[in-house]
């Protein structure tokens, strides 16, 4: 380790990692808009030598050890806090070096006894820090991620799933900068797919919160944003963890109504992804009434409609899906249908 160090430091006055650390915690909070190149120089000069030695850069090899020992002595002083407050004021190189590091905290040891989950946990407005710089377009991909970074460990992102700030990423995603929404669905998909157990908790228990609001997404004028939702809604349906979350939206007849509309969307690909839902509630094997007459009642257009479906598609997963899907619709019926057989029968 001595020797990546000593390498690690040449050409600056530092004489140890704590002195690295400590000038760039300094440099950081003393810039201001004003700042000056010789400033912007010095900051660029520590966070590149910060990130080569937890990264390696082709001449120094990474070390576990180095890097640790930074990420310890860059959380004593504040640096993950004034680098998210000062990001925007640094020169675009020096901005990916510093979501880099900040990455690196962030995930080391990715469990609660790391310096940087312990640090956030300390300093948990520096979640809502990261999510406001998807205000300005110069940062928002830097911290989007170091957002990803952070809930990466399931603690942090309970934080984020359990606070005031994820009802804002319904908004995030909608944004007009192609780029940063993109980002933003992420950041947004990251949370709801990486801790399995606490997604599931948490879909049962904001269910009607959750939705209300997803639905937006499902029936936006955003393309991109309707395909993602969609995309991802068959993701968690379909995650075994959250059946009980499956159950209770294939039940809702207004939920199967809006798939039955994108279904016929103008884009194929969500024709796709609508099709990937709605196998769900046909495939339910304990339909409710409302979903079975919707179902009976539009029987003969579903199946003509399903059997002219993506015919061009080169997929035998797809294929075999819809010939069941066609073959549960086909033997459906109606209460209607029910009735008239029972009047039918011979007294």
């Known amino acids: 380790m001595a020797n990546i160090l000593k390498k690690v430091l040449h050409n600056t006055s530092s004489k140890s990692p704590q002195d690295m650390v400590l000038r760039a915690a300094q440099t950081t909070e003393k810039l201001t808009d004003t700042a000056t190149e010789r400033q912007q120089e010095e900051l660029a000069r520590y ?61 080391m040891d990715s469990n609660a006894d790391g310096p940087g989950v312990r640090f956030v946990h300390e300093h948990p407005h520096i979640l809502e820090i990261l999510f406001q710089g998807y205000d300005n377009p110069s940062i928002a991909l830097n911290c989007g991620s170091m957002l990803r970074d952070c809930v990466r460990d399931e603690s942090l992102a309970r934080m984020v799933l359990e606070g005031p700030l994820f009802q804002e990423y319904f908004k995030k995603v909608e944004v007009s900068n192609f780029e940063v929404a993109s980002d933003a669905f992420q950041t947004f998909k990251d949370l709801l797919t990486r801790h399995e157990p606490l997604v599931a908790s948490y879909l049962q228990g904001h269910y009607q919160e959750f939705f209300g609001a997803y639905v937006n997404l499902l029936q936006s004028s955003n393309y991109v944003t309707r395909r993602q939702s ?24 207004n939920n199967l109504k809006l798939m039955m509309i994108l279904l016929k969307d103008n884009s194929r690909s969500i024709q796709f992804e609508a099709f990937h839902v709605f196998k769900v509630f046909v495939a339910n094997p304990n339909k409710t009434k409302e979903i079975v007459e919707v179902l009976s009642t539009n029987k003969e257009k579903l199946l003509k409609y399903l059997g002219d479906f993506h015919t061009d598609k080169e997929d035998e997963q797809f294929k075999e899906e819809k010939a069941v899907i066609i073959k549960e619709i086909s033997m459906l019926q109606s209460q209607q249908d029910l009735d008239q057989e029972a009047g039918d029968e011979p007294m």
Request: proline share 2%; aromatic share 6%; glycine share 6%.
């Open 47 to 107: 966070l590149s030598q910060m990130k080569a030695a937890m990264y390696g850069d082709g001449e120094i090899e990474p070390s576990k050890e180095t890097a640790v020992l930074l990420c310890w002595e860059a959380c004593k002083v504040g640096l993950p806090l004034v680098l998210a407050q000062k990001l925007s004021l640094l020169d675009f190189e020096t901005r990916k070096d510093a979501a880099q590091v900040c990455g690196c905290i962030f995930r």
């Open 230 to 253: 969609l995309k991802l809604l068959g993701e968690l349906l379909l995650n075994r963890a959250n059946v009980k979350v499956m159950m209770r939206y294939v039940s809702d007849v």
